[in-house]
């Protein structure tokens, strides 16, 4: 419990309580949502939170780059940048992470928010991809994930995409600047080419404020975090790892340091909590039948193994990781997406609204 006194640390755990508060405020008002967004776009050719989560991708592209380029960041000090990218692991690792969220009706971020707002299902899906995590880093499936990773893990020139203009003579750094600019314009352009998407404040404005906190993140880890002898570790909005680090901080206070991402996650429900009360939405939830039940628990589950495999989530890789132009990201996020695809073909399209 020292480090919490400890000055850069404690700015870092305090901005990132913060943090968590903002965006779990913003997640419950705007109900952003990738997972929605690909139902809704699949089942009702309504695409505006898709748009949004695209929206949100380009803010924090460009934003982070932004930021990295003039403090001095370097983002491929992140998970999301592996000496050896573990391709295999990263694509089944996404199939299952997006399946599982199809089944349980949100990934890890959304079971936060929703938990704030009483929803006693996100508790339990939680409660099993924290676990499940865990023992995909280091626990029973540690071996399985190891082997998976060492099935196909080419070396590549480089990790993110400036592997693709290097043969075009531009220097690392520009690179990076070009690839930013165009991937966040393209994406902006898509979001952007709805009427109905640009007539919903709650939509554009959800994505765009959110794209923004994923950039506060690294400006939180990677400058007020800053120091010579003891710096924080780089990190922003990612949530299969934190869910089971806060799990572990809750059993083994006084033998564990408190983290970044715990703060985070517990902002998260703060935050949702906060706008929930204040909005009248609070109310508690369960479940509908045992069905239901195991839905929620083989999801949280898969969620949980799939996000280690996969570096992270649909923030985690689709977000934070997409931020720092990983190739990595690019993998992941293909494979959540074609999971989700998978789970309503064979689920009949049964996930309830939420």
Same mark, same amino acid.
């Given at each position: 419990?020292?480090?919490?006194?400890?000055d850069?640390?404690?700015?870092?755990l305090?901005?990132?309580?913060?943090?968590?508060?903002?965006?779990?405020?913003?997640?419950?008002?705007s109900r952003?949502?990738? &997972?929605?967004? *690909?139902?809704?776009?699949?089942?009702?050719n309504? %695409?505006?939170? /898709?748009?949004? +989560?695209a $929206?949100? =991708?380009?803010?924090?592209?460009?934003?982070?780059?932004?930021?990295?380029?003039?403090?001095?960041?370097?983002?491929?000090?992140?998970?999301?940048?592996?000496?050896?990218?573990?391709?295999?692991?990263?694509?089944?690792?996404?199939?299952l992470?997006?399946?599982?969220?199809?089944?349980?009706?949100?990934?890890?971020?959304?079971?936060?928010?929703?938990?704030?707002?009483?929803?006693?299902?996100?508790?339990l899906v &939680?409660?099993? *991809?924290?676990?499940?995590?865990?023992?995909?880093m %280091?626990?029973? /499936?540690?071996? +399985?994930? $190891?082997? =998976?990773?060492?099935?196909?893990?080419?070396?590549?020139?480089?990790?993110?995409?400036t592997?693709?203009?290097?043969?075009?003579?531009?220097?690392t750094?520009?690179?990076?600047?070009?690839?930013a600019?165009?991937?966040?314009?393209?994406?902006?352009?898509?979001?952007?080419?709805?009427?109905?998407?640009?007539?919903?404040?709650?939509?554009?404005?959800?994505?765009?404020?959110?794209g923004l906190?994923?950039?506060?993140?690294?400006?939180?880890?990677?400058?007020?975090?800053?120091?010579d002898?003891?710096?924080?570790?780089l990190?922003? $909005?990612?949530?299969?790892?934190?869910?089971?680090?806060?799990?572990?901080?809750?059993?083994?206070?006084?033998?564990t340091?408190?983290?970044f991402?715990?703060?985070?996650v517990?902002g998260?429900?703060?935050?949702?909590?906060?706008?929930?009360?204040?909005?009248?939405?609070?109310?508690?939830?369960?479940?509908?039948?045992?069905g239901?039940?195991?839905?929620?628990?083989?999801?949280?589950?898969?969620?949980?193994?799939?996000?280690?495999?996969?570096?992270?989530?649909?923030?985690?890789?689709?977000?934070?990781?997409?931020?720092?132009l990983a190739?990595?990201?690019?993998?992941?996020?293909?494979?959540?997406?074609?999971?989700?695809?998978?789970?309503?073909?064979?689920?009949?399209?049964?996930?309830?609204?939420?």
């Amino acid at each position: 419990m020292g480090n919490l006194f400890s000055d850069h640390l404690s700015a870092v755990l305090w901005a990132g309580a913060l943090l968590g508060v903002v965006y779990g405020m913003i997640a419950q008002w705007s109900r952003f949502c990738l &997972l929605r967004g *690909l139902f809704n776009r699949w089942q009702q050719n309504d %695409s505006r939170r /898709l748009r949004a +989560f695209a $929206l949100a =991708m380009a803010v924090a592209l460009i934003s982070s780059q932004w930021l990295a380029w003039q403090a001095g960041i370097n983002l491929t000090r992140t998970p999301y940048h592996p000496g050896s990218l573990p391709v295999v692991a990263l694509i089944v690792g996404g199939l299952l992470f997006g399946y599982g969220m199809a089944l349980a009706n949100a990934c890890g971020a959304r079971s936060l928010v929703l938990l704030g707002t009483g929803n006693l299902r996100s508790l339990l899906v &939680l409660l099993v *991809l924290g676990i499940a995590a865990y023992m995909t880093m %280091s626990g029973v /499936l540690a071996e +399985f994930r $190891l082997w =998976m990773e060492d099935l196909y893990r080419p070396t590549l020139p480089a990790t993110d995409l400036t592997l693709v203009t290097a043969p075009l003579g531009l220097d690392t750094e520009t690179g990076r600047l070009v690839l930013a600019g165009l991937l966040s314009l393209a994406l902006t352009a898509w979001a952007l080419s709805s009427r109905a998407f640009r007539t919903s404040p709650r939509d554009w404005l959800g994505g765009l404020l959110i794209g923004l906190l994923v950039a506060a993140g690294w400006w939180i880890t990677g400058v007020l975090g800053a120091d010579d002898f003891d710096p924080v570790r780089l990190a922003s $909005l990612t949530f299969v790892a934190p869910v089971g680090d806060s799990l572990q901080y809750l059993m083994l206070s006084t033998g564990t340091s408190l983290r970044f991402g715990v703060t985070v996650v517990a902002g998260i429900v703060a935050g949702s909590l906060l706008v929930a009360l204040l909005t009248r939405e609070f109310v508690w939830q369960s479940f509908t039948s045992p069905g239901h039940n195991g839905r929620a628990i083989v999801g949280g589950f898969l969620m949980g193994v799939g996000g280690i495999m996969s570096i992270g989530c649909t923030l985690g890789q689709g977000l934070s990781g997409f931020s720092t132009l990983a190739i990595s990201s690019f993998l992941a996020l293909a494979g959540i997406v074609a999971g989700s695809r998978l789970a309503l073909r064979f689920s009949g399209g049964s996930a309830a609204s939420r």
